[in-house]
């Protein structure tokens, strides 16, 4: 029995293949008991599996569909994806074009001037004593021994997620992520041990942000598939995570110095 | 559907235009679910993956690159979300049952309904044992009605692999099939 006329078999019993190979396969048929074995246990296999014929999206009422695209759009917004505000956005494309369409001069400078902004908005105000080191922008309100466990917490993600972003897929080639899934448990596990509270508001923002993404990498299938890759690389774009990692580590540095030269 | 009225849409739904998503959504969410249910075999399950497929391809919008077509993609995330959704269920349902073979009780008592519950069971249970290719082969293009051409682009493999495949997992399944039959006339006798 060929390998060419079993791959027909299914083709065959599904009345598909073209009329002109029709008879040389049913000739073929007629003289191989190998041939005819095979395609009565196709047959009988097909009877089993429910067929093409009723698909179960049939079953479901017109009420149903029309509202799947709704509850599409709801499950958008509660991830903040569908609202996020003009100028959110419009920060977000520029800090994504600086990042990742930009050339390298261009993002080195972009990014920066950015960290000069960033330190600038960061400074601890001069007449804020030891006692209580408030600051503006918030950032560095972080207690000492929290602030160490965030940066060590940021320091593993940025590692993290640049080593995925800058992961070689493609159809032929296999994606081996094993060492990042173990990676990502453990920084779950770390930042569930980081005592949010003590974090600000934007620290712990990006705490949870971070999360959502190394929850999805550590569960990701063995067998990873590249589309799964893209989704993972489309989020840390999506939220600038590693533009936003890049700020709160200059700013905690920013923190720790001024602490030291008080 | 026009391939060019398509990418239209993809590239307004990429700009941040969330009617030309919805239209989108509206062409392939029965597609969507009917690919979601052949791997997770229940309603609620295929439509919480499919919706959860959409969200997952909204986000990935900007790095779609459009040589494969915006279903064969999509297709590939809802199996993916799908054969994840039927793996963590097949886990729990083994851990609450135990030991716990599906038609362990209630033959008796109702043996017509318990036949087709039962045959239903074994022909899911032949299903899931299947290697991972074998199982999609069967679900996009014999279940699902998908060309030998569709299943191959989803699965990024020659049309030659997914008819050895598809071949090879049907034999497989009548096996399986003939093996689980034999095993449930020996309960009922006994």
Redesign the interface.
């Known amino acids: 029995m060929s390998a060419h006329v079993r791959d027909m078999l299914f083709d065959y019993l599904s009345g598909e293949v073209p009329r002109e190979e029709t008879a040389p396969l049913e000739e073929h048929l007629a003289q191989c008991a190998g041939c005819r074995e095979d395609l009565r246990v196709l047959r009988e296999a097909m009877d089993y599996l429910p067929g093409a014929g009723t698909p179960p999206s049939e079953e479901r009422d017109n009420q149903f569909w029309t509202s799947f695209p709704a509850r599409v759009e709801e499950r958008l917004r509660a991830e903040g994806r569908a609202q996020t505000s003009f100028f959110a956005d419009a920060a977000d494309r520029i800090t994504s074009f600086i990042h990742f369409n930009g050339t390298p001069l261009v993002a080195g400078s972009g990014a920066l001037a950015l960290i000069a902004i960033a330190l600038l908005l960061f400074r601890p105000a001069p007449e804020a004593g030891p006692a209580a080191p408030e600051t503006r922008a918030g950032t560095a309100i972080t207690p000492e021994p929290e602030a160490v466990k965030l940066h060590d917490y940021l320091k593993r993600s940025r590692v993290l997620l640049v080593g995925v972003s800058n992961l070689r897929t493609g159809p032929e080639t296999p994606v081996d992520l094993s060492a990042e899934r173990r990676e990502s448990r453990e920084l779950v596990h770390k930042a569930r041990n980081l005592e949010r509270n003590a974090l600000d508001a934007r620290s712990a923002k990006l705490v949870g942000d971070l999360e959502k993404i190394l929850i999805e990498l550590a569960n990701s299938d063995e067998r990873h598939d590249a589309p799964d890759v893209e989704i993972i690389r489309s989020g840390i774009r999506h939220n600038n995570l590693l533009f936003k990692i890049r700020m709160t580590e200059s700013a905690l540095d920013a923190a720790t110095y001024e602490r030291r030269t008080q | 559907m026009p391939a060019a009225d398509e990418q239209q849409l993809i590239s307004r739904a990429r700009e941040?235009s969330?009617e030309a998503f919805?239209v989108l959504?509206?062409r392939h969410?029965?597609?969507a679910?009917?690919v979601a249910?052949g791997f997770v075999g229940n309603?609620e399950d295929?439509?919480d993956v499919?919706?959860?497929a959409?969200?997952?391809a909204?986000?990935?919008?900007?790095?779609?690159r459009e040589e494969a077509g915006f279903g064969t993609?999509l297709h590939?995330?809802v199996m993916?979300l799908a054969?994840?959704r039927a793996k963590r269920n097949r886990v729990r349902a083994e851990r609450e049952v135990g030991t716990g073979h599906p038609d362990a009780e209630g033959t008796a008592a109702e043996p017509e309904r318990a036949r087709g519950e039962d045959?239903r069971e074994h022909?899911e249970r032949a299903?899931h044992e299947l290697p991972?290719l074998q199982r999609a082969v069967?679900i996009l293009?014999?279940?699902?009605?998908l060309s030998?051409k569709q299943v191959s682009r989803i699965l990024?493999c020659s049309e030659?692999t997914v008819?050895?495949h598809?071949?090879r997992g049907?034999?497989k399944?009548?096996e399986k099939?003939d093996y689980l039959q034999e095993e449930w006339r020996e309960r009922a006798r006994t």
């Open positions: 941040g969330h919805r959504v509206e969410m029965k597609h679910y009917n249910f309603h295929a439509a499919a919706q959860e959409f969200v997952r909204h986000r990935a919008l900007p790095s779609f993609w590939r995330i993916n054969m994840n045959l022909i299903l991972t069967i293009r014999h279940m699902d009605g030998t990024r030659g008819k050895t598809l071949f049907l034999k399944m009548r099939l």
